[in-house]
Protein backbone atom coordinates (compact mmCIF):
# COMPACT_ATOMS: atom_id res chain seq x y z
CA UNK A 1 0.00 0.00 0.00
CA UNK A 2 1.46 3.89 -0.71
CA UNK A 3 2.34 5.57 2.33
CA UNK A 4 -0.38 8.15 3.63
CA UNK A 5 2.50 10.85 3.56
CA UNK A 6 2.36 11.59 -0.05
CA UNK A 7 1.67 14.84 -1.42
CA UNK A 8 -1.82 15.94 -4.04
CA UNK A 9 0.64 17.10 -6.93
CA UNK A 10 2.30 13.08 -6.70
CA UNK A 11 -1.02 11.54 -6.82
CA UNK A 12 -1.98 13.37 -9.78
CA UNK A 13 1.95 12.04 -11.49
CA UNK A 14 0.79 8.39 -10.38
CA UNK A 15 -2.08 8.73 -11.51
CA UNK A 16 -0.85 10.16 -15.12
CA UNK A 17 1.55 7.15 -15.10
CA UNK A 18 -0.75 4.41 -14.41
CA UNK A 19 -2.63 4.14 -18.58
CA UNK A 20 1.31 3.80 -19.91
CA UNK A 21 2.11 0.68 -16.99
CA UNK A 22 0.49 -1.84 -19.21
CA UNK A 23 1.44 0.01 -22.42
CA UNK A 24 5.05 -0.43 -21.17
CA UNK A 25 5.25 -3.74 -20.22
CA UNK A 26 3.74 -4.17 -23.52
CA UNK A 27 6.62 -2.07 -25.17
CA UNK A 28 9.12 -4.11 -23.23
CA UNK A 29 7.83 -7.18 -24.44
CA UNK A 30 7.56 -5.99 -28.24
CA UNK A 31 10.18 -4.21 -28.34
CA UNK A 32 13.13 -6.19 -29.44
CA UNK A 33 11.27 -8.74 -31.72
CA UNK A 34 12.87 -7.61 -34.81
CA UNK A 35 11.51 -8.72 -38.29
CA UNK A 36 10.13 -11.42 -36.45
CA UNK A 37 6.28 -12.31 -36.42
CA UNK A 38 4.57 -12.41 -33.19
CA UNK A 39 1.03 -12.94 -31.51
CA UNK A 40 -0.67 -14.06 -28.49
CA UNK A 41 -1.90 -17.25 -27.86
CA UNK A 42 -4.71 -16.20 -25.45
CA UNK A 43 -4.86 -12.29 -26.46
CA UNK A 44 -8.68 -12.60 -25.11
CA UNK A 45 -7.17 -12.29 -21.57
CA UNK A 46 -5.42 -8.69 -22.06
CA UNK A 47 -9.07 -7.84 -20.86
CA UNK A 48 -7.29 -8.24 -17.30
CA UNK A 49 -5.53 -5.03 -17.84
CA UNK A 50 -8.37 -3.09 -16.36
CA UNK A 51 -6.55 -4.32 -13.18
CA UNK A 52 -4.40 -2.15 -14.26
CA UNK A 53 -5.74 1.31 -13.66
CA UNK A 54 -8.01 0.39 -11.26
CA UNK A 55 -5.13 -1.47 -8.75
CA UNK A 56 -3.59 2.52 -9.38
CA UNK A 57 -6.79 4.25 -8.09
CA UNK A 58 -6.72 2.25 -4.97
CA UNK A 59 -3.58 3.02 -4.28
CA UNK A 60 -4.22 6.63 -4.63
CA UNK A 61 -7.40 6.60 -2.78
CA UNK A 62 -5.98 4.48 -0.26
CA UNK A 63 -2.84 6.83 0.10
CA UNK A 64 -5.09 10.14 0.36
CA UNK A 65 -7.64 7.85 2.92
CA UNK A 66 -4.61 7.11 5.59
CA UNK A 67 -3.06 10.40 5.39
CA UNK A 68 -6.32 12.27 6.84
CA UNK A 69 -6.60 9.45 9.58
CA UNK A 70 -3.57 10.48 10.08
CA UNK A 71 -3.94 14.08 10.35
CA UNK A 72 -6.44 13.45 13.10
CA UNK A 73 -3.99 11.85 15.21
CA UNK A 74 -1.12 13.90 14.83
CA UNK A 75 0.17 17.57 14.98
CA UNK A 76 1.07 19.43 11.98
CA UNK A 77 4.66 19.79 13.43
CA UNK A 78 4.49 15.81 13.75
CA UNK A 79 3.57 14.92 10.59
CA UNK A 80 5.92 17.47 8.85
CA UNK A 81 9.03 15.31 10.61
CA UNK A 82 7.50 11.84 9.50
CA UNK A 83 7.28 13.45 5.71
CA UNK A 84 10.77 14.17 6.02
CA UNK A 85 11.70 10.53 6.36
CA UNK A 86 9.55 9.40 3.78
CA UNK A 87 10.75 9.80 0.08
CA UNK A 88 7.68 9.77 -1.82
CA UNK A 89 9.10 9.60 -5.19
CA UNK A 90 10.51 6.11 -3.86
CA UNK A 91 7.15 4.90 -2.65
CA UNK A 92 5.65 6.54 -6.31
CA UNK A 93 8.66 4.54 -8.16
CA UNK A 94 7.49 1.29 -6.01
CA UNK A 95 4.03 1.32 -7.03
CA UNK A 96 4.94 1.73 -10.53
CA UNK A 97 6.97 -0.97 -9.83
CA UNK A 98 4.19 -3.12 -8.71
CA UNK A 99 1.64 -1.96 -11.57
CA UNK A 100 4.81 -3.23 -14.03
CA UNK A 101 3.99 -6.71 -12.44
CA UNK A 102 0.72 -7.02 -12.68
CA UNK A 103 1.20 -5.81 -16.69
CA UNK A 104 3.55 -8.95 -17.20
CA UNK A 105 1.69 -11.38 -15.39
CA UNK A 106 -1.25 -10.63 -17.48
CA UNK A 107 0.53 -10.48 -20.38
CA UNK A 108 2.30 -13.70 -19.35
CA UNK A 109 -1.72 -15.16 -18.93
CA UNK A 110 -1.85 -14.06 -22.58
CA UNK A 111 0.72 -16.53 -23.81
CA UNK A 112 3.01 -14.17 -25.73
CA UNK A 113 4.45 -16.52 -28.51
CA UNK A 114 7.18 -15.35 -30.75
CA UNK A 115 8.64 -17.05 -33.75
CA UNK A 116 8.14 -20.47 -35.05
CA UNK A 117 9.11 -23.52 -37.28
CA UNK A 118 6.93 -25.31 -39.78
CA UNK A 119 6.49 -29.22 -38.76
CA UNK A 120 3.99 -31.62 -41.24
CA UNK A 121 0.69 -32.74 -39.16
CA UNK A 122 -0.91 -35.82 -40.48
CA UNK A 123 -4.30 -36.47 -39.57
CA UNK A 124 -5.10 -40.38 -39.53
CA UNK A 125 -9.30 -41.78 -38.62
CA UNK A 126 -11.93 -43.32 -40.49
CA UNK A 127 -14.69 -41.45 -42.52
CA UNK A 128 -17.82 -41.31 -40.95
CA UNK A 129 -21.59 -40.04 -42.25
CA UNK A 130 -24.52 -39.96 -39.63
CA UNK A 131 -27.97 -40.50 -41.25
CA UNK A 132 -30.87 -39.23 -38.98
CA UNK A 133 -34.73 -39.42 -39.60
CA UNK A 134 -36.11 -36.25 -39.14
CA UNK A 135 -39.56 -37.13 -40.29
CA UNK A 136 -42.59 -36.13 -38.20
CA UNK A 137 -42.46 -39.92 -36.12
CA UNK A 138 -39.38 -38.70 -34.42
CA UNK A 139 -41.31 -35.96 -32.61
CA UNK A 140 -42.78 -38.62 -30.42
CA UNK A 141 -41.92 -38.51 -27.18
CA UNK A 142 -41.25 -41.42 -25.79
CA UNK A 143 -37.28 -41.54 -25.03
CA UNK A 144 -37.52 -40.38 -21.24
CA UNK A 145 -39.70 -40.77 -18.30
CA UNK A 146 -40.75 -37.01 -18.40
CA UNK A 147 -41.68 -37.01 -21.43
CA UNK A 148 -39.50 -33.72 -22.22
CA UNK A 149 -37.32 -35.31 -24.92
CA UNK A 150 -38.85 -36.23 -28.07
CA UNK A 151 -36.66 -39.21 -30.47
CA UNK A 152 -34.89 -36.21 -33.07
CA UNK A 153 -33.79 -34.58 -29.84
CA UNK A 154 -32.51 -36.98 -28.15
CA UNK A 155 -30.86 -38.46 -31.20
CA UNK A 156 -29.34 -35.18 -32.08
CA UNK A 157 -27.81 -35.06 -28.69
CA UNK A 158 -26.25 -39.00 -28.52
CA UNK A 159 -24.60 -37.44 -31.82
CA UNK A 160 -23.21 -34.66 -29.93
CA UNK A 161 -21.68 -36.57 -27.81
CA UNK A 162 -20.35 -38.87 -30.32
CA UNK A 163 -18.67 -35.49 -32.00
CA UNK A 164 -17.07 -35.11 -28.70
CA UNK A 165 -14.96 -38.54 -28.68
CA UNK A 166 -13.91 -38.26 -32.82
CA UNK A 167 -10.51 -37.93 -32.78
CA UNK A 168 -9.29 -37.76 -36.51
CA UNK A 169 -12.12 -38.71 -37.81
CA UNK A 170 -13.96 -36.72 -40.54
CA UNK A 171 -17.67 -36.84 -40.13
CA UNK A 172 -20.58 -35.61 -42.47
CA UNK A 173 -24.19 -34.89 -41.51
CA UNK A 174 -27.37 -36.56 -43.84
CA UNK A 175 -30.69 -35.39 -42.60
CA UNK A 176 -33.45 -37.81 -44.47
CA UNK A 177 -37.13 -37.88 -44.67
CA UNK A 178 -39.49 -38.96 -47.70
CA UNK A 179 -35.80 -37.28 -49.46
CA UNK A 180 -32.14 -37.55 -48.23
CA UNK A 181 -30.06 -33.67 -47.75
CA UNK A 182 -26.08 -33.37 -47.09
CA UNK A 183 -26.42 -31.01 -44.11
CA UNK A 184 -22.82 -30.85 -43.84
CA UNK A 185 -20.27 -32.53 -45.55
CA UNK A 186 -17.62 -34.24 -44.61
CA UNK A 187 -14.94 -32.49 -42.38
CA UNK A 188 -12.72 -32.18 -39.42
CA UNK A 189 -13.91 -29.48 -37.72
CA UNK A 190 -16.31 -30.76 -34.90
CA UNK A 191 -17.52 -27.55 -33.73
CA UNK A 192 -18.95 -26.71 -37.31
CA UNK A 193 -20.72 -30.02 -37.80
CA UNK A 194 -22.21 -29.08 -34.11
CA UNK A 195 -24.12 -26.46 -35.38
CA UNK A 196 -24.94 -27.89 -38.69
CA UNK A 197 -26.61 -30.93 -36.79
CA UNK A 198 -28.34 -27.81 -34.42
CA UNK A 199 -29.98 -26.63 -37.35
CA UNK A 200 -31.64 -30.60 -38.26
CA UNK A 201 -35.17 -29.95 -37.60
CA UNK A 202 -38.72 -31.97 -38.75
CA UNK A 203 -38.93 -29.20 -40.91
CA UNK A 204 -36.17 -29.63 -42.68
CA UNK A 205 -36.98 -32.40 -45.24
CA UNK A 206 -40.26 -31.19 -46.71
CA UNK A 207 -41.03 -34.21 -48.24
CA UNK A 208 -42.73 -36.35 -45.61
CA UNK A 209 -42.30 -40.21 -45.16
CA UNK A 210 -39.08 -42.24 -44.36
CA UNK A 211 -36.83 -43.01 -47.80
CA UNK A 212 -33.60 -44.69 -46.40
CA UNK A 213 -32.91 -45.37 -50.17
CA UNK A 214 -32.32 -41.58 -50.62
CA UNK A 215 -30.56 -41.24 -46.89
CA UNK A 216 -28.08 -44.33 -47.91
CA UNK A 217 -27.50 -42.56 -51.17
CA UNK A 218 -26.68 -39.84 -50.49
CA UNK A 219 -24.42 -40.62 -47.75
CA UNK A 220 -22.70 -42.96 -49.95
CA UNK A 221 -22.70 -39.57 -52.67
CA UNK A 222 -20.63 -37.62 -49.57
CA UNK A 223 -17.50 -40.02 -49.27
CA UNK A 224 -16.81 -39.41 -52.93
CA UNK A 225 -12.98 -38.36 -53.07
CA UNK A 226 -12.46 -40.58 -49.94
CA UNK A 227 -9.78 -42.88 -52.13
CA UNK A 228 -10.06 -45.69 -48.74
CA UNK A 229 -12.36 -48.24 -47.12
CA UNK A 230 -12.14 -47.03 -44.22
CA UNK A 231 -15.91 -45.72 -44.27
CA UNK A 232 -18.85 -46.27 -42.34
CA UNK A 233 -22.76 -44.85 -42.05
CA UNK A 234 -24.74 -44.41 -38.59
CA UNK A 235 -28.23 -45.10 -39.83
CA UNK A 236 -30.88 -43.70 -36.96
CA UNK A 237 -33.98 -43.93 -38.13
CA UNK A 238 -37.83 -45.04 -36.00
CA UNK A 239 -39.64 -46.02 -39.27
CA UNK A 240 -40.33 -48.07 -42.02
CA UNK A 241 -38.45 -47.70 -45.52
CA UNK A 242 -41.30 -46.73 -48.26
CA UNK A 243 -39.27 -46.77 -50.82
CA UNK A 244 -38.73 -50.42 -51.17
CA UNK A 245 -34.80 -49.51 -52.57
CA UNK A 246 -33.14 -49.82 -49.15
CA UNK A 247 -31.99 -53.44 -49.62
CA UNK A 248 -30.83 -52.04 -53.11
CA UNK A 249 -28.93 -49.24 -51.66
CA UNK A 250 -27.04 -51.18 -49.34
CA UNK A 251 -26.02 -53.44 -52.16
CA UNK A 252 -24.28 -50.97 -53.41
CA UNK A 253 -22.71 -49.80 -50.05
CA UNK A 254 -21.34 -53.48 -49.97
CA UNK A 255 -19.25 -52.80 -53.00
CA UNK A 256 -17.76 -50.12 -52.18
CA UNK A 257 -16.60 -51.32 -49.21
CA UNK A 258 -18.98 -49.03 -47.21
CA UNK A 259 -20.15 -50.62 -43.53
CA UNK A 260 -23.07 -49.69 -42.14
CA UNK A 261 -24.45 -49.51 -38.27
CA UNK A 262 -27.96 -49.66 -38.08
CA UNK A 263 -29.75 -48.14 -35.37
CA UNK A 264 -34.11 -48.74 -34.98
CA UNK A 265 -36.05 -46.30 -32.60
CA UNK A 266 -39.42 -47.77 -31.60
CA UNK A 267 -42.03 -50.00 -29.93
CA UNK A 268 -43.12 -52.84 -31.66
CA UNK A 269 -46.41 -52.21 -31.63
CA UNK A 270 -45.52 -48.62 -32.80
CA UNK A 271 -46.31 -45.52 -32.07
CA UNK A 272 -48.73 -42.08 -33.19
CA UNK A 273 -47.26 -39.72 -35.28
CA UNK A 274 -47.76 -35.91 -33.49
CA UNK A 275 -49.66 -33.27 -35.40
CA UNK A 276 -48.66 -30.24 -35.54
CA UNK A 277 -52.69 -28.91 -35.49
CA UNK A 278 -52.63 -30.97 -32.33
CA UNK A 279 -53.61 -34.37 -31.39
CA UNK A 280 -51.81 -37.32 -33.72
CA UNK A 281 -52.38 -38.08 -37.38
CA UNK A 282 -54.76 -39.92 -38.80
CA UNK A 283 -55.62 -41.54 -42.18
CA UNK A 284 -58.49 -40.96 -44.85
CA UNK A 285 -60.63 -43.29 -42.85
CA UNK A 286 -60.22 -41.36 -39.23
CA UNK A 287 -57.60 -44.10 -37.64
CA UNK A 288 -54.65 -42.84 -35.56
CA UNK A 289 -51.29 -43.95 -38.10
CA UNK A 290 -48.77 -45.54 -35.85
CA UNK A 291 -45.05 -45.33 -37.19
CA UNK A 292 -43.64 -49.00 -36.67
CA UNK A 293 -40.19 -50.28 -37.23
CA UNK A 294 -39.16 -52.23 -39.40
CA UNK A 295 -36.24 -54.08 -37.75
CA UNK A 296 -35.84 -57.09 -40.45
CA UNK A 297 -34.83 -54.63 -43.28
CA UNK A 298 -32.29 -52.84 -40.92
CA UNK A 299 -30.83 -56.03 -39.81
CA UNK A 300 -30.45 -56.79 -43.41
CA UNK A 301 -28.75 -53.76 -44.36
CA UNK A 302 -26.34 -54.12 -41.78
CA UNK A 303 -25.65 -57.83 -42.46
CA UNK A 304 -24.74 -57.03 -46.16
CA UNK A 305 -22.64 -54.25 -45.13
CA UNK A 306 -20.25 -55.71 -42.48
CA UNK A 307 -22.07 -53.50 -39.48
CA UNK A 308 -24.44 -54.29 -36.87
CA UNK A 309 -27.79 -53.68 -35.81
CA UNK A 310 -28.55 -51.54 -32.30
CA UNK A 311 -32.40 -51.81 -31.24
CA UNK A 312 -33.50 -48.75 -29.00
CA UNK A 313 -37.12 -49.07 -27.70
CA UNK A 314 -36.23 -45.99 -25.30
CA UNK A 315 -34.08 -43.61 -27.61
CA UNK A 316 -31.00 -44.34 -25.21
CA UNK A 317 -28.33 -44.63 -28.53
CA UNK A 318 -25.05 -45.53 -26.90
CA UNK A 319 -23.31 -44.01 -30.21
CA UNK A 320 -19.91 -44.02 -28.38
CA UNK A 321 -20.07 -47.68 -27.69
CA UNK A 322 -21.25 -48.23 -31.37
CA UNK A 323 -17.85 -46.13 -32.28
CA UNK A 324 -15.46 -47.39 -30.36
CA UNK A 325 -16.47 -51.04 -30.17
CA UNK A 326 -17.96 -51.24 -33.54
CA UNK A 327 -16.73 -48.75 -36.38
CA UNK A 328 -12.66 -48.48 -35.09
CA UNK A 329 -13.22 -51.74 -34.26
CA UNK A 330 -13.21 -53.13 -37.38
CA UNK A 331 -12.06 -50.05 -39.52
CA UNK A 332 -8.48 -49.08 -39.77
CA UNK A 333 -7.09 -45.29 -39.73
CA UNK A 334 -6.28 -44.38 -42.93
CA UNK A 335 -4.27 -40.59 -43.22
CA UNK A 336 -6.98 -38.57 -44.21
CA UNK A 337 -4.82 -35.37 -44.46
CA UNK A 338 -1.14 -33.87 -44.50
CA UNK A 339 -0.66 -29.87 -44.25
CA UNK A 340 1.90 -27.94 -43.00
CA UNK A 341 1.47 -26.24 -39.68
CA UNK A 342 3.47 -23.34 -37.94
CA UNK A 343 4.76 -24.47 -34.02
CA UNK A 344 4.88 -21.05 -32.18
CA UNK A 345 7.60 -20.31 -29.77
CA UNK A 346 6.13 -20.02 -26.26
CA UNK A 347 7.84 -16.63 -25.11
CA UNK A 348 5.95 -16.14 -21.62
CA UNK A 349 8.65 -17.05 -19.53
CA UNK A 350 9.94 -13.40 -20.21
CA UNK A 351 7.60 -11.55 -19.34
CA UNK A 352 7.33 -13.67 -16.15
CA UNK A 353 10.66 -13.27 -15.67
CA UNK A 354 10.19 -9.41 -15.73
CA UNK A 355 7.43 -9.75 -13.08
CA UNK A 356 9.30 -10.94 -10.74
CA UNK A 357 12.31 -9.15 -11.47
CA UNK A 358 9.89 -6.08 -10.54
CA UNK A 359 8.71 -7.75 -7.51
CA UNK A 360 12.29 -8.37 -6.30
CA UNK A 361 13.18 -5.02 -6.87
CA UNK A 362 10.38 -3.30 -5.14
CA UNK A 363 11.19 -5.37 -1.95
CA UNK A 364 14.91 -4.49 -2.03
CA UNK A 365 14.22 -0.58 -2.16
CA UNK A 366 13.70 1.42 0.85
CA UNK A 367 10.99 4.14 1.09
CA UNK A 368 13.25 5.80 3.56
CA UNK A 369 15.19 8.99 2.88
CA UNK A 370 18.64 9.73 2.41
CA UNK A 371 20.28 12.72 3.85
CA UNK A 372 21.85 15.02 6.11
CA UNK A 373 19.92 15.19 9.41
CA UNK A 374 18.58 11.30 8.89
CA UNK A 375 20.95 9.06 11.29
CA UNK A 376 21.55 5.47 10.52
CA UNK A 377 18.53 4.21 12.57
CA UNK A 378 16.22 6.51 10.80
CA UNK A 379 17.32 5.35 7.09
CA UNK A 380 16.51 1.84 7.88
CA UNK A 381 14.17 0.11 5.56
CA UNK A 382 10.86 -0.32 6.15
Known sequence: ML??????????????????????????LFSGCGGEELRLGEAQRLWLMWLVPLLAIFFALSAAAAGKRLQRFAEAPTLKRLAQR??????????????????????????????????EVRRQGVDVVVAVDVSDSMLVRDVSSSGTLDRLQRAKREIVDLLQILDGDRVGIVAFA??????????????????FLDAVDSDSIPVKGTNLA???E??????????????????????????GRALQAAR???????????????????????DPRGGFRRDRSGSIVLSKLDESTLQQIALDTGGSYVRSVTGDVDLEQIYTQGIKAVLEDQELESQQRRRWHERFQWTLLFAIACLMLESLISDRRRGPGLGPRQDQGR
Do not use: M, N
Not at 3 to 27: C, H, Y
Not at 253 to 272: L, N, Q, S
Open 86 to 119: VSCGKRIFKALLLLLAVSALILTLARPQWGFTWE
Open 178 to 195: GSAFLQCPLTLDYAAAEI
Open 252 to 274: RAAEEEVRIFTIGIGRDEGAPIP
Open 214 to 216: AAL
Open 3 to 28: PPLIPRPSLLRLSAAVPRAGGLGLFL
Open 218 to 243: TSLDAFRGAGHPSRAIILITDGEDHS
